[in-house]
């Protein structure tokens, strides 16, 4: 009887290629230390939405309810902290940007892998560092830490201040990294207009974090010695300037919106193209407005400070610099409107987390417009409008390309297809749950209500519990979300090397990628996302994966 033919043994991939926690741990391979970070930004993500939930019930009746007014503060501080620092800021650059960026250069690894390993272990003791704070009476100053009251707070903010103060380290080293690599370790023919929308996108936000995150760190330190030691640089009952804590926290923050927001544009523009199955309408707009966006948003700083005390001169300059950011981030929006327009369009969960995009970043991009505006930023100022603004801009365009791009590239990822209907299912949920959540926020705004009071007037009572319902929404969305891509890990259908049909270069790799990237280096000869002809866009080396 002969004997019975042996199944054929699995592929080696980066996910099987070792094991056991040490050989993850002390992992140099960047698609590993990119699920790393991912591990640990869910959890904050997590952390920061159940902070958020718990203020948006409290705030269903107007008056005391559930919680007391100083842990009411010390919630929305670290909701603010966790979701800005710890989620936001990091979540595409060091999960996406570490995965897919060597892939689409043709690199082995990142030019620091070491670096890139001790980036995350800064992160984790960053996180853990600002969670010791709260667990020691947290911080109530809002995630700003404005001056004079973050130097004399009662509350332990100093831990809160450190921990962010430590997480800057590991943006520093990611930006450093990603910047090295695309300049030094590109595979040959992948030239700098043949690099990946993502790519640019990516290096653009480097830039920033490199040359701003320093200027953050060093504010914060102020603060921190000045709250343990007295010494009275913000205070102006010694002597202090608290406005020249405003001047150095916005010189960061606002090009930190754009740490945000471009990576989130770089995920955009990738899906677009896969999903319409379309080159993009204009690769050098994209390209050259993400370089825009990121030096413009050095000069914007002083939009934040309209009712500070700026002369009319600056707070004009400031008003028309912050609506240039504005053309560049329309440039975009109509290229990505363009490749859709007579695209042979893929309907999917990612095609919704685009739509989503979409309309979060014009309406909020609109209000935007209206805020930069000085007259009216006076009546808005520290209302609701301005919460309303800032999630849909910044929260919203995030979170909708985050999961855009997590179900676009879970596939080439973790080798597994989620389930097509619940996803369609929740991200419909999830973009109608936010815009629930924060539409009548804008009415409140406008109405008069002020942001981070703990009551307020019944008027507006009706607004807030939509709001809340709305928000209630959003969870569950997320939370189908989470549930579905857990159990695809084990229980997925297993993907194709390439179930989207896309042509991004990272795609020309095996899925799940092999520990190496590519067998032989690869050699590019064409376009990222040439649908213009129906041969590959990429030619390699004799024997390496085409």
Request: aromatic share 16%; glycine share 8%.
């Amino acid at each position: 009887m002969p004997p019975a033919a042996s199944e054929p043994a699995s592929p080696v991939t980066y996910l099987n290629a070792t094991r056991g926690v040490r050989a993850w741990l002390l992992t140099r391979d960047h698609k590993r230390i990119a699920l790393l970070f991912m591990a640990l930004v869910t959890l904050n993500f997590l952390l920061g939405g159940l902070f958020a939930m718990t203020l948006r019930v409290k705030l269903l009746f107007p008056g005391p309810f559930m919680i007391e007014p100083i842990t009411y503060n010390r919630i929305f501080t670290l909701h603010g902290v966790i979701m800005v620092w710890l989620f936001m800021i990091p979540a595409i650059p060091t999960i996406f940007g570490n995965f897919m960026l060597p892939l689409m250069l043709g690199a082995k690894d990142l030019a620091f892998p070491r670096l890139n390993l001790l980036s995350f272990y800064i992160y984790a003791i960053g996180s853990l560092v600002t969670l010791w704070g709260m667990v020691q009476g947290g911080a109530d100053t809002g995630w700003t830490f404005y001056t004079p009251y973050s130097t004399t707070t009662p509350t332990q903010i100093v831990p809160v201040l450190m921990g962010v103060f430590i997480v800057g380290f590991s943006t520093i080293l990611t930006g450093l990294n990603f910047i090295v690599t695309t300049h030094t370790l590109r595979a040959p023919g992948m030239k700098w207009m043949r690099m990946p929308l993502f790519v640019w996108g990516i290096y653009a936000t480097s830039v920033i974090q490199v040359l701003a995150t320093p200027v953050l760190g060093l504010v914060l330190l102020l603060v921190a010695f000045e709250h343990a030691f007295g010494w009275g640089l913000f205070d102006p009952a010694v002597g202090g300037d608290p406005l020249l804590f405003q001047h150095l926290f916005w010189f960061y923050s606002h090009p930190a919106v754009y740490i945000m927001v471009l990576p989130s544009f770089a995920v955009m523009s990738e899906v677009v193209c896969a999903y319409a199955h379309k080159n993009i309408f204009n690769y050098k707009a994209i390209a050259y407005s993400s370089l825009g966006i990121a030096f413009v948003g050095f000069f914007t700083w002083g939009h934040h400070m309209f009712v500070s005390g700026l002369s009319t001169f600056d707070s004009g300059v400031f008003g028309v610099l912050s609506m240039l950011v504005g053309i560049f981030t329309a440039i975009k929006v109509f290229n990505w409107v363009g490749t859709f327009y007579k695209g042979s369009i893929d309907f999917r969960a990612p095609v919704v987390y685009v739509l989503g995009l979409l309309f979060y970043l014009v309406f909020g991009g609109m209000t935007g417009i209206a805020v930069a505006t000085t007259s009216l930023d006076v009546h808005w100022n520290d209302t609701y409008f301005i919460v309303a603004h800032f999630h849909f801009i910044m929260v919203g365009v995030t979170i909708m390309a985050f999961l855009m791009g997590l179900h676009y590239w879970y596939p080439k990822m973790f080798g597994r297809l989620y389930p097509e209907r619940a996803a369609l299912v929740a991200s419909v949920v999830i973009a109608f749950g936010f815009v629930a959540t924060f539409l009548p926020q804008f009415l409140l705004g406008n109405g008069g209500m002020l942001r981070r009071y703990y009551s307020y007037p019944e008027k507006y009572q009706a607004l807030h519990v939509l709001s809340t319902a709305g928000a209630s929404l959003l969870f569950l969305g997320l939370a189908t979300v989470l549930t579905y891509l857990v159990v695809s890990l084990r229980w997925g259908e297993r993907a194709a090397h390439n179930p989207w049909g896309s042509k991004g270069f990272e795609w020309l790799s095996a899925t799940p990628p092999p520990p190496s990237n590519y067998e032989e280096l690869p050699r590019f000869t064409g376009e990222p996302h040439d649908y213009s002809t129906t041969e590959p866009q990429a030619v390699t080396e004799p024997g390496a994966p085409s």
